[in-house]
C-alpha cells in the first residue's frame, strides 16, 4: 500500500539524513521525498512517499517517531488529503509535434513555460498518477528531460499538523 | 564571568555529578585534557584504546544507575569508540560520549584526524550533537545528559570542534530541559493496565516474561512483588538476569536460544504473557512464525512504542516506564488475590519441564568442564559477585551456572555480541561499585580483544578476577560448525595462544593456570580469598569440546532444543 507520510523535524543540521538514514538502515522504501522550512523557520516539514504492509507502516511511524528531532508524525493517506507534485519536462516541439504538444499540455492543464525553435518547456502540477499519465500520454521519443518534485501533501479540512 | 569551551565541559561534568570517566587523549581533545588536569572532581581514567573507554564507561552504567562517560579525540578515536557506542546502542546503555573534531573552519577539508563522527555514529547513537558554536555547548552537555538517561536510555555522543574549546563566552549551567520533539511517556494509559490485570486474572497458563527493561528502570522490587502475588512462573532473558532473582522457586531460568526446557515450553505453550522490558528478539522467540502458531494473549510493557509489536503481535501494548506501570498494576491488584487452582494444572507442566534437569552436566576426574567452574564461581563468591562476561559459550554458560539474585550484577553484551567487552566492563563496574568482587567470565578468544586493558588494571590497582574458559577453540563457533556444519573447524582453532599466566605477569599481576578439575577450586580459593586485592588471571584448560545445551538452532521454533542428552 502506497502511503504519504508528513513529518514536522526541528531545522537542525543533519535532520534529512536522520530520517533518510532510518528508511535505508531498516530497509523501507522511498519513493519520493520532499522537505522545506515552514513558516517557523525553526522546523522543516518532510514528505515521503513509501509503500508497505500495516506493519511496516506501523514501524516506519513508531521508529519516525523515536528520532528525538522529529516533533511530529502524521500518515496523510489515513485520511482525506491533497496531493501535489511538480514537474518540469522539456520535449522536442518540432513540425507537427509543436502543435500537439501543445494540445497535451492544454489537456492536462499545463504550462508551456519555456520556448525555443524546436523545444518546449512544460510545467505540470498535479497528482503523481497524473503526471505519470501525462509522460505516457505523449510520444515518449520526444521527452528530452523530465525533473520532478516529489509529492507535497496537506490533509484536508481542520486535519492541521502543527506544533 | 567568561569562560573557554574547555573549562564548561568540565564544568557541566561536574553539574551532572560525573565522578569517573573513561578516555584517551588526542590532538582535539587537548584543551580538554588541560581543564581536567587542573580539577580533581572528576577522576580520569586513561584506558589503552577508545574502545575500551567506552565499554568502561557503558559497565560503569550498567552496574549502577549513573550515566557513564567516555571521551575520545577526533578521527582514530572516534572510530575506535564506534563499537563501544553500537554495543550500549543495541543494549539501551545510558552513556555521553565527548569526542574531540578538528576545528570548525577546517571541517570538510580532511584534515588530519578528522572523520565525520556524527555522520559515522548516527545510526548507533539515540541522538547525537556536533557543537557549532561555544554559546550552546552547555545547552547541549545538558541535553545530552537528559536525552541518555530519560526513556529508553541509550548512548549520546557530543562531538566538539577545538576551536569551540578554545573560545569563551559566559557559562549558565541549565537546570531544566525543554525540548519539544523529545518528551518520553512515563506514566502508562490506565486503561489500558485495566485490562491487562483482567487478562491476567484469568490466565490458566500466565507467564510473566522479564527483559533489561526492567533492569535498567530499577524495577526489581516491583517485578518481584508482582510475581509473588500473582504467583506465576517467571523467565528472565539474557538481559534481564537478576531483574527477578534467579533463585526464587517461580523462576524457570533464562529462556530462549539457550534457554531452559521449562522457560522455552512455558513461553510457547502460555495462554497469557505478560513481558515487561523485553522485546522477543530473535535469540529470544526464535522463529516468530513458529511462535505465532499458538493462540496466546500479550501483554506488553515497554517505554519504546517501536519495540511493541515488531516481531510478535501484541494485544495489550502499554507504553511507560516499567516501574511506574507496575505500581499501577500491584494498585489495581491490592485485595485480590488470584486463585492458586486455577494455575495449579500449569505448574504441574511445568515441573514436568523442569525434572528434565536440562542444565545437568558430568564433571568427570580428566577434563575440567566449563559449567564446574561457573558453578565452583557461584559457589565461592556466594552468588554476590558482579559477573561481566565476554560473548561466545562461557558468555551462555555463565548465564546458565550464576543464578543472580539482584539486578546490575550481570554484565554482558546481549544485543549486539562484542567480543572484548568483559574486561572493560569489570573496570567500569569496579569504579562504580569499588568495594564489590568484580569477575570476569571469558573465553581466551574474546579476552585477547581487549587484552590490552590489563595494564589499565595495574594503573589503578583493580582487582579484578578473571576466569578465562580456555578451551583452545572460539567455542561458539566451533560448536555451530560442529552441529550444522559436519565438522569443519573454518577458521576456529587458534594456535600459537600465549602463556596466559606468564602474559598476566607480564602486565604486573597474578596468574593462575589450571589444568584438573580437583583444582578448579582451590585455584578459585586462592584468587578470591589469597589474592583478594589483586588482578587474577586464572586460565582455566578446559574440555575442548563441550557445547552449550539446551540449544534452539537458529531458524527453529522454541520447542525445537536440542538437549545435551540427544547427542
Redesign the interface.
Known amino acids: 500500500m502506497r502511503h504519504i507520510i508528513s513529518i514536522l523535524?526541528?531545522n537542525e543540521?543533519?535532520a534529512l539524513?536522520?530520517v533518510s538514514?532510518l528508511f535505508s538502515?531498516r530497509g523501507y522504501n522511498i519513493e519520493t521525498l520532499t522537505v522545506a522550512p515552514t513558516e517557523d523557520a525553526s522546523l522543516s516539514r518532510m514528505t515521503i512517499v513509501t509503500t508497505g504492509s500495516e506493519?511496516v507502516l506501523?514501524?516506519i511511524t513508531?521508529?519516525l517517531?523515536?528520532l528525538?528531532?522529529?516533533?511530529k508524525v502524521v500518515d496523510l493517506s489515513e485520511a482525506a488529503h491533497i496531493e501535489r507534485e511538480l514537474m518540469l519536462i522539456k520535449v522536442r516541439a518540432t513540425g507537427k509535434d509543436r502543435e500537439e504538444m501543445k494540445r497535451m499540455a492544454d489537456i492536462f492543464r499545463g504550462r508551456i513555460i519555456d520556448v525555443t525553435d524546436s523545444t518546449y518547456v512544460v510545467e505540470l502540477t498535479g497528482s503523481s498518477s497524473k503526471l505519470d499519465s501525462f509522460i505516457s500520454a505523449i510520444d515518449t521519443g520526444l521527452i528530452l528531460e523530465t525533473v520532478r518534485t516529489g509529492v507535497s501533501g496537506i490533509g484536508r479540512g481542520d486535519r492541521i499538523l502543527k506544533? | 564571568m567568561k569562560m573557554t569551551g574547555a573549562e564548561i565541559v568540565i564544568r557541566c561534568l561536574q553539574e551532572e555529578k560525573v565522578e569517573v570517566m573513561f578516555g584517551y587523549p588526542g590532538g582535539s581533545v587537548l584543551h580538554i585534557y588541560d581543564e581536567l588536569f587542573k580539577q580533581d572532581q572528576i577522576k580520569h581514567i586513561l584506558v589503552r584504546h577508545e574502545q575500551a573507554a567506552v565499554h568502561a564507561a557503558d559497565g560503569y552504567a550498567r552496574s549502577s544507575d549513573k550515566v557513564g562517560v567516555a571521551l575520545v579525540t577526533s578521527g582514530p578515536g572516534a572510530t575506535n569508540a564506534v563499537t563501544g557506542i553500537a554495543t550500549a546502542y543495541m543494549d539501551s546503555i545510558p552513556i555521553v560520549v565527548l569526542s574531540g573534531q578538528v576545528p570548525t573552519p577546517a571541517i570538510g577539508l580532511d584534515a588530519f584526524q578528522e572523520v565525520d563522527t556524527v555522520g559515522i555514529t548516527r545510526p548507533c547513537v539515540k541522538h547525537n550533537f556536533l557543537v557549532k558554536d561555544v554559546r550552546e555547548l552547555a545547552d547541549t552537555m545538558k541535553k545530552a545528559f537528559h536525552i541518555a538517561r530519560t526513556g529508553r536510555p541509550g548512548p549520546v555522543v557530543v562531538d566538539i570542534p577545538k576551536d569551540i574549546t578554545a573560545h569563551t563566552c559566559e557559562f549558565e549551567y541549565p537546570q531544566t530541559v525543554q525540548m519539544r520533539s523529545y518528551n518520553p511517556v512515563v506514566k502508562g494509559h490506565l486503561g489500558q493496565i485495566k485490562k491487562a490485570v483482567q487478562l491476567l486474572s484469568t490466565a490458566k497458563r500466565p507467564i510473566i516474561y522479564v527483559g533489561g527493561g526492567a533492569v535498567l528502570s530499577d524495577a526489581s522490587d516491583k517485578v518481584r512483588k508482582l510475581a509473588h502475588h500473582l504467583g506465576f512462573p517467571v523467565t528472565n532473558t539474557l538481559m534481564g538476569l537478576g531483574a527477578f532473582s534467579g533463585t526464587d522457586p517461580q523462576n524457570l531460568g533464562m529462556l530462549g536460544m539457550h534457554g531452559t526446557v521449562e522457560a522455552n515450553m512455558a513461553m510457547h505453550y502460555a495462554d497469557v504473557i505478560l513481558a515487561i522490558g523485553a522485546r522477543f528478539d530473535d535469540r529470544v522467540v526464535g522463529n516468530p512464525e513458529n511462535f505465532a502458531e499458538e493462540p496466546r494473549k500479550v501483554i506488553h510493557i515497554d517505554i519504546d512504542p517501536s519495540s511493541i509489536s515488531k516481531r510478535v503481535k501484541v494485544d495489550v501494548p502499554i507504553v511507560g516506564n516499567v516501574p511506574d506501570v507496575l505500581e499501577e498494576m500491584l494498585k489495581l491488584l491490592e485485595g485480590s488475590k488470584p486463585d492458586a487452582a486455577q494455575t495449579a494444572a500449569w505448574w504441574k507442566r511445568i515441573e514436568e519441564w523442569r525434572a528434565k534437569q536440562c542444565l545437568n552436566f558430568k564433571q568427570g576426574d580428566d577434563l575440567i568442564m566449563p559449567q564446574y567452574v561457573v558453578q565452583k564461581l557461584y559457589e565461592i563468591t556466594k552468588g554476590e559477585a558482579i559477573v561481566c562476561s565476554d560473548v561466545g559459550q562461557h558468555q551462555m554458560w555463565a548465564a546458565q551456572y550464576y543464578p543472580f539474585a539482584e539486578p546490575r550484577r550481570w554484565l554482558n553484551s546481549g544485543g549486539l555480541g562484542t567480543m572484548g567487552v568483559g574486561l572493560p566492563y569489570a573496570m567500569g563496574a569496579q569504579f562504580a561499585n569499588p568495594d564489590a568482587t568484580v569477575a570476569v567470565v571469558t573465553g581466551e578468544g574474546s579476552i585477547q580483544m581487549c587484552i590490552q586493558e590489563l595494564s589499565t588494571a595495574k594503573q589503578f590497582r583493580l582487582p579484578l578476577k578473571i576466569i578465562s574458559l580456555n578451551n583452545r577453540y572460539l567455542g561458539m563457533v566451533r560448536q555451530w560448525q560442529e552441529m550444522f556444519y559436519e565438522s569443519r573447524y573454518s577458521g576456529s582453532y587458534m594456535d600459537s595462544l600465549p602463556d596466559f599466566v606468564k602474559l598476566a605477569e607480564a602486565y604486573g599481576h597474578v596468574g593462575i593456570r589450571v589444568e584438573k578439575p580437583e583444582d578448579v577450586e582451590p585455584a578459585l580459593r586462592k584468587a578470591f580469598i589469597d589474592h583478594k586485592d589483586e588482578l587474577v588471571f586464572i586460565d582455566f584448560q578446559t574440555n575442548r569440546e563441550a557445547n552449550v545445551f539446551p540449544m534452539v538452532a537458529a531458524g527453529k521454533g522454541l520447542t525445537d532444543m536440542i538437549l545435551a542428552e540427544d547427542l
Open positions: 523535524i526541528e543540521a543533519g539524513s536522520r538514514g538502515a506493519e506501523e514501524q513508531k521508529q517517531n523515536k528525538v528531532d522529529v516533533v506544533v
